[in-house]
């Protein structure tokens, strides 16, 4: 071996070794790692930074901001909601979320599938006296391999298509990994309906201080306008068809107020206070087309600046205490809305401009976002970092559906680039306003980009240098004397031993030219040994760190990390068996 091969080696020995230390945050160990090879000389520094140009990094940042524009719409959360009625055994209850997740990971990215999915699914476990350990780790996992139906599913596909297109100038289109992905989930569907019953059911996630908050209800005060689908039910008819999670609690009509009767019937132009957790009344009043109490109030117009919620709680010394929303004018003189208000332990039925307000209360306030930082410090009042809440968020459904299939439909007849459409749609969906620029940053996960930024020329060096050519030639050796299947086989086992100690793109970023090399020397066409290591790669069920998804689970079920072998090690088993053939038979080795 050449010495420029040698300290190659000796950078992906050392990046590999921080990555299982753990110690460090993987976008760190990438820079380190990319810092390394230029002090060693293996990446020279007019390539040191080629990475963050690369198609894969915006393909990625792309697609996370569509993923949030989709999750923000609310449009799968509520048929998951109206879905759920009609399936009540906890095995269907099980195979529902868990497809509704995998089948949604393959249109945006799978932790925005699965966060969009948490929430029902803890709720359907409560309605159900059912532990949420039971939905959870199968739904993560169900995630995983939706992610690899399509290009944009998960992070490995994008980069195990760039190096197709570099081996022989065409890459991978949206749809060419549907046929092994959809058989792949569909037949991990069928064993986490069954294999469920290996996780243990004595896992309780701790009480967060989020989680004690989502409990405690506020009141809201909305109207019912014209056509609106509340308008001559009665009290109760309403309460039942928001699963009694909204509560009326008084009506006011014509300047007077009425008790929130159960037989009382509800007219169009009444104006409702309404109680509930945030989430429940944001479902209510979209739904219903219910006019919220400020909506029709333009204050990030007024200050100037984008427009939001912030949730906040009074404390003593604020100058809110002991006075009405309607006497302070929060609109007329500071420019925001009160648009909520919650006191733990007590029922609210007055409108929102005539409660006195305590220290203590948690009240959610909407204008533009530099002033209502600018206001709750002059209302000495403490912003809630716990969670985020929707409610008074203005939402566009169908528009960010709308967009991304413009963008897949622009990409999957080869019209535009995927970068390019994928790029202009997440603009598209800021422009809009299906997702504020402010959200829409958020959503970008940065350390991904970072590490990708920085693992690909790492990675190149690999090429550059030859390492991928002898370790391909090693392969060769080993399975010279297996038959096709057995070659493919060695690779898919490889690079799903790798990914749970690595991140799923590092794990690409170093096998798929592995993958490829061993190929050629195999006299192989590459076609079925990138899809193994993308496979592979977007496989990790064995431990709550190789994929952010089984980490986001992790607390939330309550999982221990040896939880996660006693479902992923059989369900391994089942995409080596499984995915093997089903390669060869889509992507012929000859």
């Given at each position: ?6 300290l ?9 070794a921080l990555?299982?230390w753990g ?6 160990v990438a ?8 002090a060693?000389g293996?990446?020279?520094?007019a390539?040191?930074f080629k990475?963050?140009?690369d198609?894969i990094?915006i393909?990625?940042?792309s697609a996370?901001?569509l993923?949030g ?6 449009v799968?959360?509520?048929?998951m909601?109206?879905l ?5 055994r906890?095995?269907s209850?099980?195979l529902?979320?868990?497809a509704s997740?995998?089948f949604?990971?393959a249109?945006v990215?799978?932790?925005?599938a699965?966060a969009?999915?948490m929430?029902?699914a ?6 159900s ?5 039971v939905f959870l ?7 995983l391999?939706?992610g690899?139906?399509t ?9 195990v298509s760039?190096v197709?297109?570099?081996m022989?100038?065409?890459p991978?289109?949206?749809f060419?990994?549907?046929?092994v992905?959809?058989g792949l989930t569909?037949v991990?569907?069928v064993?986490l309906r069954?294999?469920?019953r290996?996780l243990?059911?004595?896992?309780r ?8 908050l989502e ?6 005060e909305?109207?019912i306008?014209?056509?609106s689908?509340a ?11 928001h699963?009694?999670?909204v509560?009326?609690?008084a009506?006011?009509?014509?300047g007077e ?5 159960h ?6 132009g009444?104006?409702l206070?309404l109680q509930?957790?945030p989430?429940?009344l944001d479902?209510?009043?979209a739904?219903d087309?219910?006019l919220?109490?400020g909506?029709?109030?333009?204050a ?18 604020s100058?809110l ?8 004018g929060?609109h007329?003189?500071f420019?925001v ?6 006191r733990?332990?007590?029922r ?10 305590r ?15 600018e206001r709750l410090?002059?209302f ?6 716990e969670r985020?809440i929707?409610l008074?968020?203005?939402r ?5 559906l709308a967009i991304l299939a ?5 990409t999957?007849t080869g019209?535009v680039?995927?970068a ?7 603009a598209?969906?800021?422009v809009?306003?299906a997702?504020?620029v402010r959200?829409?940053y ?5 350390p991904?980009l970072?590490m ?9 060096s690999?090429?550059?240098?030859g390492?991928t050519d002898?370790a391909?030639?090693w392969?060769?050796?080993v399975?010279a004397t ?6 493919v ?12 100690f ?13 993958a490829?090399?061993?190929?050629t ?5 590459p076609?079925?040994f990138?899809?193994?290591t ?7 069920f064995?431990?709550?760190?190789g ?6 689970v992790m607390g939330?079920g309550g999982?221990?990390f040896?939880d996660y072998a006693?479902?992923?090690?059989p369900l391994?088993l089942l995409?080596?068996l499984v995915?093997?053939?089903?390669i ?5 080795v000859?």
């Amino acid at each position: 071996m050449t010495t420029p091969q040698i300290l190659s080696l000796c950078v992906l020995g050392a990046m590999m070794a921080l990555f299982l230390w753990g110690k460090l945050r993987y976008d760190l160990v990438a820079m380190l790692a990319l810092l390394a090879a230029l002090a060693l000389g293996v990446v020279k520094p007019a390539d040191a930074f080629k990475g963050f140009s690369d198609d894969i990094v915006i393909i990625v940042g792309s697609a996370l901001v569509l993923s949030g524009a989709v999750q923000r719409s609310g449009v799968i959360e509520r048929a998951m909601l109206f879905l759920q009625h009609h399936v009540t055994r906890v095995r269907s209850q099980l195979l529902l979320l868990a497809a509704s997740v995998g089948f949604a990971s393959a249109l945006v990215k799978n932790i925005g599938a699965l966060a969009m999915m948490m929430p029902v699914a803890i709720q359907m476990a409560k309605r159900s006296n059912t532990n949420a350990a039971v939905f959870l780790m199968p739904m993560s996992f169900a995630s995983l391999l939706g992610g690899l139906v399509t290009l944009i599913g998960t992070s490995p596909n994008i980069i195990v298509s760039r190096v197709r297109e570099e081996m022989i100038g065409t890459p991978f289109h949206m749809f060419d990994y549907a046929p092994v992905g959809l058989g792949l989930t569909l037949v991990g569907l069928v064993f986490l309906r069954f294999g469920y019953r290996l996780l243990p059911r004595d896992r309780r996630a701790p009480l967060t201080a989020g989680e004690a908050l989502e409990g405690q209800d506020f009141v809201t005060e909305a109207a019912i306008p014209a056509n609106s689908v509340a308008i001559g039910e009665t009290v109760a008819a309403f309460r039942k068809r928001h699963d009694g999670e909204v509560a009326v609690t008084a009506i006011l009509r014509d300047g007077e107020r009425r008790k929130g009767t159960h037989n009382a019937r509800l007219h169009e132009g009444d104006v409702l206070i309404l109680q509930g957790a945030p989430d429940d009344l944001d479902r209510a009043i979209a739904h219903d087309g219910l006019l919220l109490e400020g909506q029709h109030r333009d204050a990030a117009t007024a200050a100037g600046g984008e427009s939001g919620v912030i949730e906040a709680v009074i404390s003593a010394d604020s100058p809110l205490v002991g006075r009405t929303a309607g006497r302070l004018g929060l609109h007329e003189q500071f420019g925001v809305n009160l648009i909520a208000v919650s006191r733990q332990g007590t029922r609210l039925d007055k409108r929102l401009g005539e409660i006195r307000l305590r220290a203590g209360d948690v009240i959610v306030l909407q204008g533009a976002f530099d002033l209502l930082f600018e206001r709750l410090a002059e209302f000495r009042c403490l912003p809630l970092a716990e969670r985020t809440i929707r409610l008074g968020s203005a939402r566009k459904t169908v528009l960010p559906l709308a967009i991304l299939a413009l963008a897949m439909a622009a990409t999957a007849t080869g019209l535009v680039p995927v970068a390019i459409a994928f790029f202009g749609a997440a603009a598209l969906v800021m422009v809009t306003g299906a997702l504020p620029v402010r959200e829409a940053y958020a959503h970008i996960e940065w350390p991904i980009l970072i590490m990708l930024g920085a693992l690909i020329p790492v990675s190149d060096s690999l090429h550059q240098t030859g390492v991928t050519d002898i370790a391909g030639t090693w392969l060769g050796h080993v399975a010279a004397t297996l038959p096709p299947w057995g070659a493919v086989a060695l690779v898919l086992a490889a690079a799903m031993a790798v990914t749970p100690f690595l991140n799923n793109a590092a794990t690409v970023l170093v096998m798929a030219p592995i993958a490829a090399s061993f190929a050629t020397n195999l006299h192989y066409r590459p076609d079925a040994f990138l899809m193994a290591t993308a496979v592979g790669a977007g496989c990790d069920f064995l431990t709550p760190i190789g994929h952010q998804c089984n980490t986001l689970v992790m607390g939330a079920g309550g999982y221990r990390f040896g939880d996660y072998a006693r479902l992923g090690a059989p369900l391994s088993l089942l995409v080596l068996l499984v995915g093997t053939p089903l390669i060869l038979w889509v992507w012929p080795v000859r």
